[in-house]
Structure formats: structure tokens, C-alpha cells
């Protein structure tokens, strides 16, 4: 649940790739074709959007 209030905080486009990526294991270039974006254009937006949810968690866990 911790994990889905902080996916939700992300952009549609980012939450779209972390998803597909991270969670469902698909390629970038598969991402990409969906996306409309290169293959390289998706793996710089899961890098950040894993950065930004690394600092979304950290926010979170600093507030309890």
C-alpha cells in the first residue's frame, strides 16, 4: 500500500514506465513503442523516476 500512495505521486508518463519496467519486467524498447519514446528516452525516465521515488520514500519515512 506504502508503495502505491508513492507510485501515485508520480507523473502518469513516469508511473507508466516504473510499472512496466520495474514491476512487470518489460524492455524499454517494448515501453518505448507504447510511449511513443526511444529506447533511451525510457531508460532516463526510470532513472528518474527511481530517484524521485527514492526521495519520495525518504520524505515519507522522515515524517514518522
Do not use: C, N, T, W
Not at 30 to 45: C, H, K, N, T, W
Amino acid at each position: 500500500a506504502d508503495v502505491r500512495r508513492l507510485l501515485d505521486r508520480l507523473p502518469e508518463r513516469s508511473r507508466r514506465i516504473v510499472l512496466a519496467m520495474s514491476i512487470e519486467g518489460r524492455a524499454a524498447a517494448e515501453v518505448g513503442r507504447e510511449l511513443e519514446m526511444s529506447e533511451g528516452a525510457v531508460r532516463v525516465a526510470l532513472h528518474r523516476a527511481l530517484k524521485q521515488l527514492a526521495e519520495l520514500y525518504r520524505k515519507a519515512d522522515d515524517a514518522h
